[in-house]
């Protein structure tokens, strides 16, 4: 077992940043592969980001060129750097760890992660 705290969620106007921590209780699930994802009311958990032990990161297509997903696996902290956000972003955002199985191209997809974390809601006004 893991525990994923996420902070660092706000109300923001659109064109500014934020930036997403989600501490781990165990390297052992921070050093592997983790993830952000998104959920806004009404529609279905999505992918946002994901970095593996080797650093390889994936992006959703929509947060590409604004978003960076990192980790510091001294802090056991994986991160969110969200750029120009918009209207669109608003979301509970989740950490998650433990990528089950699947080809990298599956990472983006919620049902293949064993642990989450509480959320930290994500406002962009426009």
């Known amino acids: 077992q893991v525990q994923l705290v996420e902070s660092g969620g706000g109300s923001v106007q659109a064109g500014e940043s934020l930036r997403l921590s989600c501490a781990a209780s165990k390297s052992s699930y921070s050093s592997g592969c983790m993830g952000w994802f998104r959920q806004a009311p009404g529609k279905e958990r999505e992918g946002v980001a994901t970095?593996?032990?080797?650093?390889?990161?994936s992006y959703a297509d929509s947060v590409k060129g604004r978003f960076t997903i990192s980790k510091d696996n001294t802090k056991n902290t994986l991160y969110l750097q969200m750029n120009t956000l918009k209207a669109e972003d608003s979301a509970m955002y989740y950490c998650?760890?433990?990528?089950?199985?699947?080809?990298?191209?599956?990472?983006?997809?919620?049902?293949?992660?064993?642990?989450w974390g509480q959320g930290t809601q994500v406002t962009v006004s426009s």
């Open positions: 970095i593996d032990s080797g650093g390889t990161t």
């Open positions: 998650a760890a433990e990528f089950t199985y699947g080809y990298p191209s599956d990472r983006l997809n919620p049902q293949r992660w064993n642990y």
